[in-house]
């Protein structure tokens, strides 16, 4: 039986000076508005003045880029159970904090009950505890009839959706009184900080602990049928009904709904470049809900010993259904369906495959009564009572295995040669390896330019551009909708005042699979229009409101690549601003950050009407990279996002990659480049951002042009903080 030793879960080494950096470097946290963050500190930085508390060594720690394996080390039930056990504490002092055992001396208090059109509503208070001063109290809607019935637990009180629906369904409701205050009722846990001072569990985690406490009154009711208790919640409730699930064996089946972050997002997946919520701004802006010590992961995600995916593991092999919006503003449709694929794997290894599902509906974070309605449909089938077809709700369902059944690609790496940074230079080479790299474009006609701004454009970008609100408003910028590509649409972004020709700038958006470009957009537009440029911004495909056109891509275009069709897309984006008579097609740059700076490089590589490129954090390079554990390597591009497909050929032979983001930057030059390159990026390691670095400076000091290139160090985390963009901006008013 293999033993999960503990030795990760107390760091004994203090961090180095640029942890310590990277620390002062994090916005500063709030003080909850609602609840505490323990009984001392009023937020994360009293807790860390008080505690002594600093960052762990994270060097000391491992590096799982990829998400962790819950099965790994496992083979028999036994080392399973030992596993489930390891990987509880690691959320115990990380995540959450600890929970006080089970209480011994709990007693139920009824405090009323009455009759509602047939059902029962009853009252009770929960004490228990040390002298019973913990109280908790709950709510029971029972339906009519003998009994015994499935239970539908929640804090969600009755003034918010949910608990009727169940009832109608033959459930009993439970309500248990501990969440946020803004839902309409006074939290019961805020009161277990005093009556448990010795435990440090977060604000989730006595939510938590309070479904446990409500489930230790249910199982002794005679109504109750005890192997049927399913319990749910909403965004932050639903963070506190997945771990309630993850750590009492008693729930029978949970539904994770729209928790996002700290729920069915996996960390690894919240960070900056995925625009949603990141581990910073989850923990400053609400520093009670997790144990202080999570924020020493914001940028270091892939130090955490777990990660939600590990969760999601100790619910298995019971009901667990991961439920979002795929085009909700904090969502991440592709960490969800990563988190699935490993959890999946948990499931058939238990024996259970079907008692898990994955549902991400259209929409935002709202949930209408046809949701609730298919939860408790997972309920009855998991419980049962009913059995209604896997729920399984793919958006991009993209698999490199299955990229490879469809287009039928066999590539062997032994016919590359071996190559080194630098190494190459020839343009009609380099540009053909590229253009292999990408796929096979398909022949395509140009799109009919307009010349004229204020021209009505004939394409849409269809409703979810409603739900954000494009084109974007200000005050600073005017804006119009520009068709282009193959029946495209982007919206152009120009000064509200003057005339002339203005400069162009084409935003290139990062992994923002819900929003496409428009989340956290409007500031920089606005510092680019005030620097006198237009911008032009457009989703590429698989994000925004082309995020369902990517799940079918590699059906229709199974030779091509994603990676293939943004350039392509850029590129035609382009020339539909070129050709308006108020851009001067002479002054283009194409700026972005992450996915959007890698498609910036790579369109200006094939592109001479490039002007420029201003790159933040989006490439290093792909020979030099080390790849698992450190990062995720050339599986980044070929198993993970679905960008470039052929690189997963190379994976064991990433010296024979047939081409490198040194070899576009070669194509670049000697026009401009800014690349702002972190120097804590988790994805880039200092190693391969100097390798590409110095390949490049060879190439443009032998063109004659060594004060175009310019690279930038901040000592930061991978993200675009207003400093980043400021240097941006500047940059990009000096090339004009």
Excluded at 328 to 351: I, K, T
Excluded at 401 to 408: A, C, F, L, P, T
Excluded at 582 to 602: C, F, K, M
Aim: net charge neutral; with cysteine; aromatic share 12%.
């Amino acid at each position: 039986m293999r033993t999960w030793t503990l030795l990760l879960l107390i760091p004994t080494v203090l961090a180095g000076q640029e942890l310590d950096l990277l620390l002062e470097r994090l916005q500063p946290s709030r003080k909850p508005h609602s609840g505490r963050i323990n009984a001392h500190d009023a937020n994360w930085e009293a807790w860390l003045q008080r505690s002594g508390e600093r960052f762990p060594n994270l060097r000391v720690l491992p590096s799982w880029a990829m998400l962790p394996d819950s099965l790994h080390g496992v083979s028999t039930p036994e080392q399973w159970e030992a596993k489930r056990e390891w990987m509880r504490n690691q959320f115990t002092y990380w995540v959450y904090g600890k929970m006080p055992p089970a209480p011994t001396n709990l007693r139920a208090v009824v405090l009323g009950e009455r009759q509602e059109n047939g059902v029962t509503v009853r009252d009770v208070r929960l004490e228990f505890g040390p002298g019973h001063k913990a109280t908790l109290r709950l709510q029971l809607l029972i339906p009519p009839g003998n009994g015994p019935f499935p239970v539908f637990l929640t804090n969600h009180p009755r003034t918010r959706p949910w608990v009727a629906t169940a009832v109608r369904r033959g459930y009993i409701a439970c309500i248990y009184f501990a969440a946020d205050p803004i839902y309409g009722n006074d939290d019961d846990s805020d009161a277990f900080i005093d009556v448990y001072p010795e435990y440090d569990f977060s604000c989730l985690a006595r939510w938590a602990w309070a479904a446990m406490r409500a489930v230790d009154h249910l199982v002794t009711l005679p109504e109750v049928a005890r192997d049927k208790i399913g319990i749910t919640g909403h965004s932050r409730n639903g963070k506190q009904a997945l771990l309630a699930a993850a750590f009492d064996d008693r729930i029978g089946a949970v539904v994770a709904s729209s928790g996002n972050t700290g729920e069915g997002t996996p960390w690894r997946f919240t960070s900056d470049p995925f625009a949603n919520e990141t581990i910073e701004q989850i923990t400053g802006n609400f520093p009670h809900w997790f144990h202080p010590r999570l924020r020493f992961f914001a940028g270091r995600e892939h130090k955490l010993p777990v990660d939600q995916n590990s969760l999601f593991a100790l619910v298995a092999p019971r009901g667990l259904l991961l439920a979002s919006s795929y085009s909700e503003h904090q969502g991440n449709s592709l960490g969800f369906e990563q988190g699935y694929r490993d959890v999946q794997r948990v499931y058939n290894f238990l024996g259970k495959p079907d008692n898990v599902g994955l549902s991400l509906r259209p929409g935002e974070h709202a949930t209408t009564a046809d949701d609730i309605e298919r939860y408790v449909d997972f309920f009855d089938t998991v419980f049962g009572r009913a059995h209604y077809p896997k729920f399984e709700d793919w958006i991009h369902g993209y698999t490199f295995e299955d990229w490879q059944r469809k287009s039928g690609e066999k590539i062997d790496p032994a016919q590359w040669p071996q190559r080194r940074p630098g190494e190459r230079t020839d343009p009609a080479a380099l540009r053909k390896d590229l253009r292999w790299l990408l796929g096979e474009e398909p022949a395509g006609v140009d799109f009919p330019n307009r010349t004229e701004l204020d021209a009505p454009s004939r394409t849409s970008d269809g409703w979810l551009s409603l739900i954000y609100q494009r084109p974007l408003k200000s005050p600073r910028f005017k804006a119009t909708a520009v068709s282009f590509g193959d029946d495209l649409m982007a919206d152009l972004y120009y000064p509200p005042h003057g005339g002339g020709k203005w400069p162009l700038v084409v935003w290139l958006h990062a992994y923002s699979y819900p929003t496409g470009y428009s989340r956290y957009a409007r500031p920089l537009i606005e510092r680019l229009v005030g620097e006198g440029f237009a911008v032009l911004a457009f989703d590429q495909i698989g994000f925004g409101t082309r995020l369902p056109g990517a799940r079918r891509f590699y059906d229709r275009y199974p030779r091509w690549s994603l990676m293939g069709k943004m350039v392509a897309d850029t590129r035609a984006a382009i020339s539909a601003a070129a050709a308006l008579e108020a851009i001067d097609a002479d002054r283009i740059y194409l700026a972005g950050y992450s996915l959007g700076s890698h498609v910036a490089l790579l369109t200006a590589a094939l592109d001479e009407r490039v002007r420029g490129v201003a790159a933040v954090a989006g490439f290093t390079s792909f020979r030099a990279d080390p790849g698992e554990p450190e990062t995720e390597g050339l599986r980044h591009y070929s198993h993970i996002h679905g960008l470039l497909p052929r690189l997963g050929f190379f994976l064991t032979a990433k010296d024979r990659v047939p081409f490198d983001h040194d070899e576009a930057l070669a194509l670049v030059a000697p026009r401009p480049v800014l690349w702002i390159a972190p120097e804590f990026d988790r994805y880039a390691p200092a190693q391969t951002v100097e390798a590409v670095a110095t390949a490049a400076r060879a190439v443009y000091e032998r063109r004659g042009a060594k004060a175009a290139f310019t690279l930038e160090r901040p000592r930061d985390f991978n993200r675009f903080p207003v400093e980043t963009q400021r240097l941006l901006v500047d940059w990009l008013a000096r090339q004009r």
